[in-house]
């Protein structure tokens, strides 16, 4: 059973940056995962923000916050890194971070479509963008 804690969200301003941390636990190696972040705003159901594909590094990103949110990950370190870039208020979310194991082959474009399918979530961080 994985354990993932999430850090760095936080209130920002408009145009601001914020950095979200997830580190990953209970598992010898994290190469049979996928790792992503997950946002929740009021009203709104779940969506998948970025997914990273622990063994090859392939990321998928969300359409909406591509050029401005990047997945990274760091397997030596079990963690996964959200760095957001030019935030807007619409960014305001509860961000969570998840994890599955990883079907073969990978679908890299769909790895976040399906929030259900990760079984592994942290307890999540709340960003507030707003001035």
């Known amino acids: 059973q994985l354990q993932l804690v999430e850090s760095g969200g936080g209130l920002v301003q408009p145009g601001g940056s914020l950095t979200l941390s997830c580190a990953v636990s209970?598992?010898?190696?994290?190469?049979?995962?996928?790792v992503g972040w997950f946002r929740q705003a009021p009203g709104k159901e779940r969506e998948g923000v970025a997914c990273v594909a622990m063994d090859i590094g392939s990321t998928d990103t969300e359409d909406a916050v591509r050029g401005r949110f990047a997945i990274s990950r760091d397997n030596a370190k079990k963690t996964v890194t959200l760095q957001m870039n030019s935030l807007k208020p619409e960014h305001t979310a509860y961000y969570s971070c998840?994890?599955?194991?990883?079907?073969?082959?990978?679908?890299?474009?769909?790895?976040?479509?399906?929030?259900?399918?990760?079984?592994?979530w942290g307890q999540g961080t709340q960003v507030t963008v707003s001035s």
């Open positions: 209970g598992a010898t190696t994290l190469k049979n995962y996928i």
């Open positions: 998840a994890a599955r194991v990883a079907p073969r082959p990978v679908v890299i474009a769909a790895m976040c479509d399906t929030p259900q399918q990760f079984r592994s």
